[in-house]
């Protein structure tokens, strides 16, 4: 595992850490991060009830710094009026017809003319820029609205001031349903493993190679829900 995952935050770090040691079972870690949150958010994070997993995958996500910045620059004098930072790598992505996610994000991240700002110094047309951190966050959770929004193995996302594109891998999806989560896990070499605690206890079943299997949009009835994301370049070695 790459250094700049355990960077992320600490519960990115308990959980590379949990992985990478020979005793380790899943359900200890999950515990210990469980806690974690609750002392955070008792409210959203209780120790009895179900999670919000949108909330959970923004908490976990969260980054030291920054992932981006909307920068709102006057498109004729260059001033800076505004800038938002956006503090967890996660999105929502929805689509109205059958589209890769690549397309869906960079038009999400696109520059966009704001019609209803002025620049105060020349009156000047404001345009919303993206401004991404140079330590490109090493994970990325994608919630999907509906089958429209294709699941493929692998993105090539542009970053607009770097000077090629940057590589992400699918390395997990989540399925919802009947008030449970299922998992699909995908190792580099697009092996696809079936994984429901209640069902296969800590281990992850081999159903194949990701694109010899029909439908990934559901499993056992359920419906993928979040995508996650792994950066990577081709000398790097990744896991899961």
Request: aromatic share 10%; proline share 2%.
């Amino acid at each position: 595992m790459d250094e700049n995952m355990k960077e992320t935050n600490r519960f990115i770090t308990m959980l590379t850490n949990g992985w990478e040691t020979d005793e380790h079972v899943q359900e200890t870690t999950r515990d210990k991060i469980h806690k974690a949150l609750h002392i955070i958010d008792p409210e959203t994070f209780t120790m009895g009830d179900g999670t919000d997993l949108y909330a959970l995958c923004r908490e976990i996500l969260q980054s030291k710094s920054f992932v981006l910045k909307h920068n709102y620059k006057c498109s004729q004098c260059d001033e800076l009026i505004e800038s938002e930072k956006q503090m967890y790598a996660w999105w929502y992505v929805n689509s109205n017809k059958r589209t890769q996610i690549s397309r869906l994000l960079k038009n999400e991240w696109s520059n966009k003319v704001q019609n209803r700002m002025q620049c105060p110094s020349c009156h000047g047309q404001i345009i919303m820029t993206t401004q991404f951190n140079k330590k490109h966050p090493p994970l990325i959770c994608i919630s999907i609205g509906n089958e429209n929004v294709q699941i493929t193995a692998s993105l090539s996302i542009k970053f607009f001031e770097a000077s090629n594109s940057i590589k992400y891998r699918l390395c997990g999806i989540i399925y919802h349903g009947g008030f449970r989560f299922t998992a699909r896990l995908i190792d580099k070499n697009t092996n696809t493993y079936y994984y429901d605690g209640m069902k296969t206890g800590p281990e992850c079943i081999l159903e194949g190679k990701f694109n010899t299997i029909e439908n990934m949009y559901e499993l056992d009835q359920r419906k993928a829900s979040t995508l996650v994301i792994h950066y990577y370049n081709d000398s790097m070695t990744v896991g899961w």
